[in-house]
């Protein structure tokens, strides 16, 4: 079936330092997704991508669909305390199905 | 705004018990899903739901799943028999039907099989 690879898994930053983290597939998406989950909660929809090379922002969050579908990344400027979580990168077909990665856990020292 | 809600937020049942989970999706959206997260993994697909029926449904929804929209608002996902394995985190979502909307979590429900 169809798989995310997402990289890191683990990161420990110190607070305002800029984060980067990405996603590849062997399979095209129509839609590129990324979410952030903290501890007991559901996954928080931060940035939607739906077209190739496209380069979207959000506040401090920047998020590129792959110009070949199959990969994204995700970067965070300035890091605070409250940008610790996990990040999850998640790709959608057709049927609005959605095959998440494994999740990057960032950690952010004050 | 608009939310997904999940009831019960917890759930502990014996292995061989029934379980229901609830969920009312947003209002206007017409695409229903499940999730689940085991602790500590990733969040897996289990079964899309459109226009009154199973539109997918990956390899984790075998026979023991089971989904329904007894009214307009409720979406429930039913486990005839848990197994221990199936000790998870239960995530409902739904999704608007113009293109360009995407899914939106509930807070999801911790099954907690004994």
């Known amino acids: 079936g169809q798989q995310l690879n997402q990289s890191p898994q683990s990161m420990f930053i110190q607070e305002g330092e800029d984060v980067s983290m990405n996603c590849t597939s062997s399979?095209?998406?129509?839609?590129w997704l990324w979410y952030k989950q903290d501890p007991g909660e559901g996954p928080v929809l931060l940035i939607a991508l739906y077209k190739a090379g496209e380069l979207t922002s959000n506040g401090r969050l920047t998020a590129q669909f792959g110009i070949t579908r199959k990969d994204s990344f995700l970067n965070i400027s300035a890091s605070i305390p409250s940008d610790v979580g996990i990040y999850f990168c998640a790709g959608s077909g057709n049927t609005g199905k959605l095959i998440f990665g494994q999740g990057t856990t960032l950690q952010v020292k004050p | 705004e608009p939310e997904v809600t999940q009831t019960p937020s917890h759930q502990v049942t014996q292995m061989g018990q029934e379980v229901i989970l609830h969920c009312v999706p947003i209002?206007?959206?017409?695409?229903f899903y499940w999730y689940r997260q085991i602790l500590g993994q990733k969040v897996e697909f289990l079964v899309s739901f459109y226009n009154n029926e199973i539109s997918e449904k990956s390899e984790i929804f075998d026979d023991q799943f089971s989904v329904e929209r007894p009214d307009g608002s409720n979406f429930t996902l039913k486990i005839r028999s848990t197994k221990l394995e199936d000790s998870a985190m239960y995530f409902c979502?739904?999704?608007?039907?113009?293109?360009?909307?995407?899914?939106?979590f509930g807070q999801g429900t911790r099954l907690t099989v004994v």
């Open positions: 209002s206007n959206h017409l695409y």
């Open positions: 979502a739904s999704r608007g039907l113009v293109e360009g909307t995407e899914a939106f």
């Open positions: 399979s095209i998406f129509n839609t």
